[in-house]
C-alpha cells in the first residue's frame, strides 16, 4: 500500500510553468508505476501522464507532449509534474495515483492522492 500526497498547484497565467509534485508513504513506492490525471468540473477525468517504476519510461497524452515532463526520485519517494507553456484551462484538480504498469484507464489505479488545484487564466 502507498499513500499519496499531491502539492504545487495553484493561479498561474497562460505560457508560465508550474510544477507538481507527489510524495509517497511506503518503501514499495519504487514498484509502482506514478500516472497523473486533472479533471475539471463536469468533465470526465483525463489522463496526463505516467511513469514507470524505475522511471525509464514515461508516455503522455497529446494534449501536453512536448509541454509537460514526468520525472521521479525514488530517494526522495517523489514524483514530479514539470508543466511548461500551461494553456488556458477551466480549474482543475489533479491528482496522482500509482498502478503496476503504465495505463491510461483511471480504472487501472489503485492508490490516488487527494489532488490539488491548477487553475490557468489567460
Known amino acids: 500500500q502507498v499513500q499519496l500526497v499531491e502539492s504545487g498547484g495553484g493561479l498561474v497565467q497562460a505560457g508560465n510553468s508550474l510544477r507538481l509534485s507527489c510524495a509517497a508513504a511506503?518503501?514499495?513506492?519504487?514498484?509502482?508505476?506514478m500516472g497523473w490525471f486533472r479533471r475539471a468540473p463536469g468533465k470526465e477525468r483525463e489522463w496526463v501522464a505516467a511513469?514507470?517504476?524505475?522511471?525509464?519510461?514515461?508516455d503522455d497524452s497529446d494534449s501536453v507532449k512536448g509541454r509537460f515532463t514526468l520525472s521521479r526520485d525514488n530517494a526522495k519517494f517523489t514524483v514530479y509534474l514539470q508543466m511548461n507553456s500551461l494553456k488556458p484551462w477551466a480549474p482543475a484538480v489533479y491528482s496522482c495515483?500509482?498502478?503496476?504498469?503504465?495505463?491510461?484507464?483511471?480504472?487501472?489505479?489503485?492508490?490516488w492522492g487527494q489532488g490539488t488545484q491548477v487553475t490557468v487564466s489567460s
Open positions: 495515483a500509482a498502478s503496476s504498469r503504465i495505463y491510461r484507464d483511471y480504472r487501472q489505479y489503485n492508490y
Open positions: 511506503g518503501r514499495t513506492f519504487r514498484h509502482y508505476t
Open positions: 511513469i514507470t517504476g524505475s522511471g525509464s519510461s514515461t
